[in-house]
C-alpha cells in the first residue's frame, strides 16, 4: 500500500504542476519577469545599470542570467522555476 501512495503521490504532483505552467502561461501581463531578463542580459553584455542594481534579488539575477547563458528563454525559465518549486 505504501508503494502505491507513493506512485498516487507522485502522480498528482506531476498534474498539479502542469495545471500550474499552464495557468501560469495564460497570465497576459507578465512584466514582473521581464526586467530579471533585461537585467541579466544586459549583465551578460558587460552593461548593467548599476543604481538599479538595489532592484533586484542578486541570487535571483544570476541564475536567470545563467539560464540565459545556456540558452533559456521566458517559458523555459517560468516552466523549469515552477516545476522546481512544486511540492514546496
Known sequence: MERRGWIAFGVALI????VRVLAVDSIADRSFFIKY???A???R???IVRDRIPDLSPG???TVALLRAIGL???GIR?????????V
Open 15 to 18: 498534474a498539479i504542476t502542469i
Open 37 to 39: 531578463l533585461e537585467f
Open 41 to 43: 542580459d544586459a549583465l
Open 45 to 47: 553584455a558587460g552593461q
Open 60 to 62: 535571483y539575477l544570476w
Open 73 to 75: 528563454g521566458v517559458h
Open 79 to 87: 516552466t523549469l522555476q515552477i516545476i522546481l518549486l512544486s511540492g
